[in-house]
């Protein structure tokens, strides 16, 4: 089982950056794939971005290419999301999720995290 705690969200002007992390807890963090999803006001959740247990493969959604990284580091059982050139339409609270299997959908996603703000103001 994994426990996920993300943490780094704030406010911040659009063209910025801003840095999430999501600590896991329990000894299983290698065996799963971690995604970013995150979810603005009045909309679904909708996949940001996801990268496999070894880091060998990474996956963007299009509004996110080129802006947003991925990474992990296992042996702090953390997963990052180095968010740049912000804009408006970024805000939202963002989610780490872990999988099995890397994927964009979030029904296949057996853990999640409580969330982080991310506010980007125009």
């Known amino acids: 089982q994994v426990q996920l705690v993300e943490s780094g969200g704030g406010l911040v002007q659009a063209g910025g950056s801003l840095r999430l992390s999501c600590a896991a807890s329990?000894?299983?963090?290698?065996?799963?794939?971690l995604g970013w999803f995150r979810q603005a006001d009045g909309k679904e959740r909708e996949f940001v971005t996801a990268i496999s247990r070894t880091s060998g493969n990474t996956y963007y959604a299009e509004s996110v290419k080129g802006r947003f990284t991925i990474s992990r580091d296992n042996a702090k059982r953390t997963v990052y999301l180095q968010m740049n050139s912000l804009k408006p339409e970024d805000t939202a609270v963002y989610y780490c999720?872990?999988?099995?299997?890397?994927?964009?959908?979030?029904?296949?996603?057996?853990?999640w995290g409580q969330g982080t703000q991310v506010t980007v103001s125009s």
């Open positions: 999720a872990a999988r099995v299997w890397p994927g964009k959908h979030e029904a296949g996603y057996d853990y």
């Open positions: 329990g000894r299983t963090f290698n065996y799963y794939s």
